[in-house]
């Protein structure tokens, strides 16, 4: 039987780069500590002007990587697992679903450098998430 | 006798206001889950040309301030608490601490908001710890 879940909830930004395992890591331990619900997002991302058959194979793949890492936090003991997909802007769709599930933390992975100098000016994912996240927002290095 | 203490060392940052009890709350939640140490830091900052009358004051306050958190840390059952008492800017502060002390997590209260349009562009304290900082930061709100 699973243990009664909290009303506690985290919620982890994952986007399949090397920095993703690192911070649902950290959002398990923290999930651990009052038995919280975890919820994990992965935001297909619309960078570019790309055909439906493109997106369609970026759904497929979000989906993959939404289960590997469900798997990856009930693997780390953690009982309430859950997934969101999105798609959009990353740091907006995130933003968005913090508020809709009412979460307690955002917990994301840093890219620990900026692409382009606009990206350092106008801010990464993690960057925004600290600025207008309403909830306590973790950035994993 | 004490638990052995871990090797993982938490930060918090506390300036005294309203958003610093929830900063250190935070970080002794993550501290007790591997028995972390837990290490306090105030910084008296040198904004304006103040004289050694006025800092020394705001260093009698800024003691004050770190005793009653490590107080309130040891009463929410976190073995292994220390203070530091620093001066000059906050951020740049910080981050020499967390560099000097091998920190591997940095915890900030969120202010919410801006002082001014300067502060948006430049960054505030918490933003700045979100940029530079080598170690997880997390950002309490």
Chains 1, 2 share one sequence.
Do not use: W
């Amino acid at each position: 039987m699973k243990p009664k879940k909290s009303s506690y909830k985290i919620l982890v930004a994952i986007d399949g780069s090397q920095y993703s395992p690192k911070a649902l890591d950290y959002a398990c331990k923290i999930a651990k500590i009052d038995n919280a619900q975890l919820q994990i997002i992965n935001v297909v991302e619309e960078y570019f002007n790309v055909g439906q058959s493109i997106l369609r194979q970026l759904d497929k793949t979000s989906k993959e990587i939404l289960r590997e890492y469900e798997a990856l936090a009930k693997s780390l003991e953690v009982m309430h697992v859950s997934t969101i997909q999105a798609r959009g802007n990353a740091p907006e769709e995130i933003l968005k679903a913090a508020m809709r599930e009412k979460v307690d933390t955002i917990v994301v992975g840093s890219r620990g450098h900026y692409r382009s100098k606009m990206d350092f000016i106008l801010g990464s994912t993690s960057y925004k998430l600290a600025h207008y996240s309403k909830c306590t927002v973790i950035i994993v290095k």
